[in-house]
């Protein structure tokens, strides 16, 4: 660990002489990776210890800097005119790999190039998504069989010669369009009143998530249940708009789950692509906006998720290793289907302290019976609402509830994940804890 801190604190001497200008240098169709450093100057990922050491010094410059300058090096980029690094082992363990894909991943891939086709003004990329990407997707998704012949992968569909001959590894989970927040808006760091809306009485929230408004029971946000808050509108519209475009536009969605295991979403993550400056300094408002809520607890870690509108159930029960979850929804006003469901189901029991991430997060058995049933399932279920945030102990037991969306790309469900301190274990939610 000592010697990646030291390659760190290297990555930060060197953004003092680099990142003098504020623009991104998360790379475009057209760029390429700075050559003046040696081939392992940079881990082959930043990790959530490296995300919590850049925020907790209040460098936000740096840390962008080295997830783009890692990023740029890895083969998502398109555009490498040396040999691409294989992808690491984690990215690929967890959904993020080149060599196969899910029917409903690429038929996401193949939804987002339209879109982009529809919607962006450059005409290169256009014509290549066009004429390359889209026809490409569209022949491969014809070679996926049905779930029920891909049982043994529990879903997934390993590319074949066939694909691997029309092309399909020079575009599958490539970096083939990312925008930036300074593209979409240059003066979005000057909005008055930041990032947040200015209507949330953040005093008002701190004090109803420690008990302090209990008696009151009137304030607005509140408080659902120990550790749990619930707040309306949290972005204001400028913020909302520029992620929400991001969010469509980036083509960094490169997990896909094993849909008979896990569900229908694809995944975006901040150490393999979602790497935004915005996000970081929507992570740095939501700290300065509670204090004392996130006393003690930085960023560690953040991911956004979008759901396959053709199917009815989201990510499964879990806990999170943080202190902080803040779960803000971004999906289209009117998209959601059902305004009582789409949401999140949170329950009152945290893991044992005993019990390591696999047997919380695996062994689903074991939670429902040992911890679950004991408590008769008590939790706050919190329906889905446009720029609603859940703000919750991260170590809370939680599910996505089930869920009915509009059909077609831009109205599918979208949660953006912020992911504060290190997880407090312990049977029930406790405020004081945190």
């Known amino acids: 660990m000592e ?10 001497l060197s953004c003092i ?3 003098q200008s504020k623009t991104s240098l998360a790379f475009v169709s057209n760029t390429q990776p700075e050559e003046d450093y040696p081939s392992d100057f940079f881990p082959p990922l930043i990790e959530a210890d490296d995300v919590e050491y850049f925020f907790s010094r209040h460098d936000l410059d740096g840390l962008h800097w080295a997830l783009t300058n890692i990023f740029q090096r890895s083969s998502r980029n398109p555009n490498l005119s040396r040999k691409e690094k294989p992808l690491p082992d984690i990215l690929v363990a967890r959904g993020g790999g080149d060599s196969y894909t899910s029917e409903y991943k690429l038929r996401h891939d ?12 450059d005409p290169a990329i256009v014509a290549y998504l066009r004429t390359e990407v889209i026809p490409l997707y569209r022949s491969v998704l014809q070679n996926i069989p049905p779930l029920d012949d891909l049982i043994a992968t529990k879903g997934l569909y390993a590319f074949t010669q066939k694909d691997y001959e029309a092309g399909i590894a020079s575009v599958y989970n490539k970096a083939l369009h990312m925008t930036t927040s300074d593209e979409l808006h240059p003066k979005w760091r000057e909005q008055t009143g930041g990032l947040l809306n200015s209507q949330v009485d953040w005093g008002d929230v701190q004090r109803t998530w420690f008990g302090e408004n209990d008696e009151k029971n009137e304030v607005q946000p509140k408080l659902s249940s ?5 707040i309306e509108n949290l972005l204001n519209d400028q913020t909302l708009n520029i992620i929400r475009k991001l969010l469509l536009r980036n083509t960094h969605w490169y997990q896909t789950k094993t849909p008979l295991q896990f569900g229908k979403y694809v995944g975006a993550y901040i150490d393999d692509g979602l790497n935004d400056p915005i996000f970081l300094e929507l992570a740095k408002s939501l700290q300065q906006a509670m204090p004392r809520i996130m006393k003690g607890h930085d960023l560690r870690y953040l991911w956004a998720y979008k759901y396959d509108s053709e199917w009815s159930s989201g990510i499964n029960l879990h806990a999170d290793q943080a202190a902080v979850n803040v779960n803000i929804w971004l999906s289209l006003d009117g998209a959601n289907l059902n305004k009582e469901s789409g949401g999140l189901v949170v ?6 302290a005993t019990w390591d991430f696999d047997s919380y997060n695996t062994n689903t058995d074991a939670v429902i019976e040992q911890l679950l049933k004991p408590t008769n399932f008590a939790n706050i279920t919190v329906p889905h609402r446009p720029n609603r945030a859940v703000i919750f102990d991260s170590a809370l037991f939680h599910q996505t509830d089930k869920y009915s969306f509009k059909q077609g790309y831009e109205n599918g469900r979208i949660n953006l994940t912020l992911l504060f301190g290190k997880m407090n274990k312990g049977s029930t939610g406790s405020r004081e804890e945190l």
């Open 3 to 12: 010697s990646r801190r030291w390659r760190i604190v290297l990555l930060l």
């Open 17 to 19: 002489f680099i990142c």
């Open 110 to 121: 193949l939804m987002q190039a339209e879109y982009l086709v529809d919607i962006l003004d």
């Open 226 to 230: 120990d550790g749990v808050l619930v």
């Open 347 to 352: 329950y009152t029991a945290k893991p044992p």
